[in-house]
């Protein structure tokens, strides 16, 4: 059975940066197939970055730029590096992997506040 596990979530001053794991075992994975997504409260659940088939980058809008998705294959690990964070970012991190359904990992509370 397929398992996603967050980690790297936390407290963090506007303006810092945080980097997020993602680790997925139970089944042939590629990294490519991952993404991560977000929800802050009142709001719906949102993608934040995910890799294309052509092994390129989405990104948000409103994280271009400042986040990074990036892996190793090796390790079913996909990282989610967040730099120059708001307030706004503040919200529950969820690692996907899109194959023929969505899996989800239990997410990781992200918070950005002075």
């Known amino acids: 059975q397929v398992q996603l596990v967050e980690s790297g979530g936390g407290l963090v001053q506007p303006g810092g940066s945080l980097r997020l794991s993602c680790a997925a075992s139970?089944?042939?994975?590629?990294?490519?197939?991952m993404g991560w997504y977000r929800q802050a409260p009142g709001n719906q659940r949102e993608l934040v970055a995910t890799f294309t088939d052509g092994l390129r980058t989405n990104y948000a809008d409103s994280v271009k730029g400042r986040f990074t998705i990036s892996g190793d294959n090796a390790k079913s690990t996909v990282y989610l590096q967040m730099n120059s964070l708001k307030p706004e970012d503040t919200a529950v991190y969820y690692c996907a992997l899109r194959t023929f359904q969505f899996y989800w990992g239990q997410g990781t509370q992200v918070t950005v506040s002075s």
């Open positions: 139970g089944g042939r994975i590629s990294i490519y197939d």
